[in-house]
């Protein structure tokens, strides 16, 4: 038996023995970490033969997985294609990798729920919770639905600092409090490893987004090749970095680099994986970072998601080939090319001499390190029927709703009782299903003794990235929205629940309802549960909400807490009968 199947041997030797076997090409295709999707049968024949053509012809054994139909599809897949890779000529495992799946929000490029699974809030929800024991609970029942699919590696956290309110992925983030977010990316990653050390049991996490994507100019995020630009009118480089140093000392063994690049700074205007004075100069050599650097997606070349074709996404040398773009990145210390599924790219540097071998086999060697720590080579396959049992097992069900429960800010209110078993409601953007309600629900506003609004926080069409998939521009709501709310109140007492993917601007809704809630992914029977006082209100901002677009327009996109007189505080939130501020 080779050294490098023998789980006996110590890491390390097995590393060395299989890089000694390996060729460029094969070294080259670890480098790689496209995504995969399960067809909609377990043998749907395009799902397959593209499948083949990744794990066989090109000898990738990285995959990003996105869709399935439910955890147990996933599942499956995991094992067809790790089949595939036990047919080439080393064997080498698949780590199967996702974005978040526990969510509300179900965004092909940054995580796609799945409803098999735990729903729990979005980032955020759990930074309202205010505890690291959330985080931890969070992590935990990632860990263990994650590892039921054989899905080892978790493409987060995001340890950003949602700095800037317009942000379009600020909801990614353990929100604006910087000590909280290093923090909760500390237990968070805890959680996911369940142990000391990586393991058999372990998910391993992808600190994202290095070195701190927060600062988007005007909160646009660079997804869009109309927004590239990461800007720091406020010099604050240095605070966005503090969570990822403190998710390192954790442990953490993988990081992401954001697409951004920096313009008015000291460092080169190129995307940060480009960046030598970012990934060489501060995560390798200052940060002391031996753990594996993985690009955001598609920076090389194009791959079609839907009906956009995405990418490349290379700002800053966007006059350069994607052969070209690649050397930049291993020149400055990357290992990983992340959605890119080309590893002839990598074959020509080495080929025309210009990435040595040797370059080569220190990205391979942090890549075979993982895969053997986290027992991939002994793990091979995962059993359907358990993944089944466990994903979605009741215990993580109502794991998942406490916290959706726990994670609701009651923002304001002008009357302490909740609403009425008797009370008559009229609902507008929610549904009573699964909710303990015995009220009458009514079709007709006028006959109401109770309004009941579910809405969005506030974006404006077609300036977000990518057909909206990021929301960006105005966080007021528009002139229409506040007559509706006023034609509502004319009748009867209104209660407005605001998913505050950002932080809305809420004044002028504070003016009209009755009681304003912030969400942040619920379900409607959660939401009417706590209206209703079936449930307490016990949730904190996990962000400053400002008090106008004015405001938001004249703080500095890297300076956390930085718009004018907010209208609530980071901290506030009105629990049962008593208001709470930090």
Not at 185 to 195: C, K, Y
Not at 201 to 216: E, I, L, M, N, T
Not at 232 to 249: D, N, S, W
Not at 525 to 536: K, T
Request: include cysteine.
């Amino acid at each position: 038996m080779a050294d490098y199947l023998d789980p006996a041997l110590p890491v390390e030797r097995r590393v060395e023995d299989l890089l000694s076997r390996m060729t460029v090409a094969e070294k080259a295709a670890l480098m790689f970490h496209p995504s995969t999707q399960p067809g909609d049968t377990p043998d749907a024949p395009a799902a397959l033969a593209a499948a083949e053509e990744d794990v066989v012809n090109r000898g990738i054994t990285h995959f990003n997985v996105l869709g399935g139909e439910d955890s147990a599809a996933v599942a499956r897949w995991h094992n067809t294609i790790q089949e595939m890779a036990e047919s080439t000529r080393l064997g080498i495992p698949i780590t199967l990798s996702s974005d978040p799946r526990h969510g509300f929000r179900d965004n092909p490029f940054t995580g796609q729920a799945l409803d098999s699974l735990s729903r729990w809030p979005e980032t955020t929800g759990i930074a309202a919770i205010g505890t690291a024991e959330a985080a931890r609970a969070y992590g935990e029942a990632i860990r263990r639905e994650f590892l039921a699919m054989g899905i080892r590696v978790y493409l987060g956290p995001m340890a950003d600092i949602f700095s800037e309110p317009r942000w379009s992925r600020g909801f990614g983030t353990w929100g604006e409090d910087p000590s909280r977010v290093a923090e909760f990316t500390v237990a968070f990653i805890e959680a996911l490893r369940g142990g000391p050390e990586l393991g058999a049991g372990s998910v391993a996490a992808v600190v994202k987004h290095f070195p701190g994507g927060g600062p988007q100019l005007r909160g646009d995020d660079a997804h869009d090749p109309r927004y590239p630009e990461q800007v720091y009118p406020g010099g604050r480089q240095e605070l966005h970095i503090e969570p990822f140093v403190k998710a390192f000392a954790a442990g953490a063994t993988q990081v992401m680099t954001y697409y951004g690049k920096p313009v008015g700074t000291d460092w080169p205007e190129v995307g940060f994986a480009f960046s030598e004075p970012v990934v060489r100069d501060i995560l390798r050599r200052r940060l002391g970072f031996d753990g594996i650097v993985v690009t955001d997606w598609n920076l090389l070349e194009s791959t079609p998601m839907g009906d956009i074709e995405f990418g490349p996404n290379g700002w800053g040398l966007e006059d350069r080939t994607a052969v070209e773009r690649a050397g930049i990145a291993l020149a400055v210390g990357v290992d990983q090319f992340g959605g890119d599924r080309n590893p002839a790219l990598i074959e020509e540097l080495v080929d025309s001499g210009q990435i040595a071998e040797s370059r080569l086999d220190e990205s391979v060697r942090r890549l075979l390190r993982e895969k053997f720590r986290l027992g991939a080579f002994e793990h091979r396959r995962v059993d359907v029927d358990t993944a089944g049992a466990i994903c979605g097992a009741p215990e993580l069900l109502e794991a998942g709703r406490q916290a959706q429960r726990d994670s609701l800010v009651l923002i304001s209110q002008k009357d302490p009782a909740p609403i009425a078993p008797t009370a008559r409601l009229f609902l507008d953007g929610l549904t009573a299903a699964g909710a303990g309600l015995p009220n009458e629900i009514v079709d007709d506003p006028s006959q109401a003794d109770a309004i009941v609004v579910r809405r969005d926080a506030p974006y404006e069409e077609g300036r977000g990235s990518l057909g909206d998939f990021f929301r960006g521009g105005s966080l007021e709501f528009s002139p229409a929205e506040l007559a509706q709310l006023k034609a509502y109140a004319a009748i009867a007492p209104v209660h407005v629940a605001v998913f505050l993917e950002r932080p809305a601007v809420l004044a002028p809704l504070v003016d009209i309802a009755t009681s304003v809630v912030g969400d942040f992914g619920a379900s409607d029977a959660v939401v009417l549960d706590a209206l209703s006082g079936m449930a307490p209100f016990t949730g904190t901002l996990p962000f400053d909400i400002p008090s106008s677009m004015a405001a938001v327009e004249a703080s500095r996109e890297d300076v956390p807490f930085d718009t004018a007189e907010p209208s609530f505080r980071f901290g506030h939130g009105i629990r049962t009968g008593a208001s709470v501020a930090v």
